[in-house]
């Protein structure tokens, strides 16, 4: 091989190690960039109520701040299935501190939904606060990430959906595992029983696993604690509550 040929052979690795170099960097960190600012300014639409606020009085030692939302344990509402990539809620862990309220959006398909509008709901699964399983996917790296923090989840931790319908629903973490692609029982309305009745009102989270890998899934289980209405005030996880 001449030095001719050894030296085009050398500038065209180096040229494929820059666009590799080029594509790592919009993948892992440009899409997340992109994805934050539109996952924010979807948040930003949603036509939410504002929380109510509790003004100071004269004389007392409480100052002014959001009013607690009273929990209630009776029949929640539940919104219609909307149509596909509908933005109808969005999702607040209090256990990822600094990470943002996320939306979620009716589909899980990356092209429409989780690539560019954040979480997915797997259509047909329930709605929040309905009886079965509200089941929700989302990336664990790149494009904004939403679960990139689902590992740090605890048993007892609160998972709080706000619906367009201006409803809370706290849910509470109950279980982890990790399981194949395949396993399509952990989205069942009763998780990984297929065919059972379900008599809960649940929510799981599902992405990839281990990072950056698609070879496993991430899975967690949660149950309905609680729910209110926005106009009520806002939940106690939300400000520092258990």
């Given at each position: 091989m001449t030095y001719g040929v050894i030296g085009v052979v050398g500038e065209l690795l180096i040229t494929l190690g820059v666009l590799l170099f080029a594509f790592l960097v919009w993948q892992l960190w440009w899409t997340d960039v992109i994805g934050n600012r539109a996952q924010a300014e979807i948040v930003r639409e949603l036509p939410f109520e504002p929380v109510?606020?509790?003004t100071a009085t004269a004389?007392?030692?409480?100052p002014a701040g959001p009013v607690i939302a009273p929990p209630r344990r009776d029949e929640p509402p539940v919104m219609a299935e909307p149509p596909h990539a509908t933005t109808f809620a969005t999702i607040q862990v209090p256990r990822w501190a600094g990470e943002p309220e996320r939306p979620i959006s009716q589909g899980t398909d990356r092209a429409t939904v989780l690539d560019v509008l954040g979480i997915g709901h797997y259509e047909g699964t329930a709605m929040p606060g309905g009886v079965?399983?509200?089941a929700v996917a989302g990336h664990r790296t790149t494009f904004a990430k939403p679960f990139n923090r689902i590992a740090e989840l605890q048993v007892g931790d609160p998972l709080v959906i706000r619906t367009t319908?201006?409803?809370?629903?706290?849910?509470?973490?109950?279980?982890?595992?990790i399981v194949r692609?395949?396993?399509v029982?952990?989205?069942a309305p009763v998780p990984n029983q297929p065919g059972a009745v379900p008599t809960e009102r649940m929510i799981t989270l599902t992405t990839c696993h281990p990072m950056f890998s698609a070879r496993e899934r991430y899975i967690v289980h949660g149950v309905l604690d609680y729910w209110a209405p926005?106009?009520?005030g806002i939940?106690?996880?939300?400000?520092?509550?258990?």
């Open positions: 109510p606020t509790a004389g007392a030692d409480a079965g399983n509200f319908d201006n409803i809370w629903y706290v849910y509470r973490v109950t279980s982890t595992e692609p395949s396993n029982g952990v989205i926005v106009a009520d939940p106690a996880e939300l400000v520092g509550g258990a």
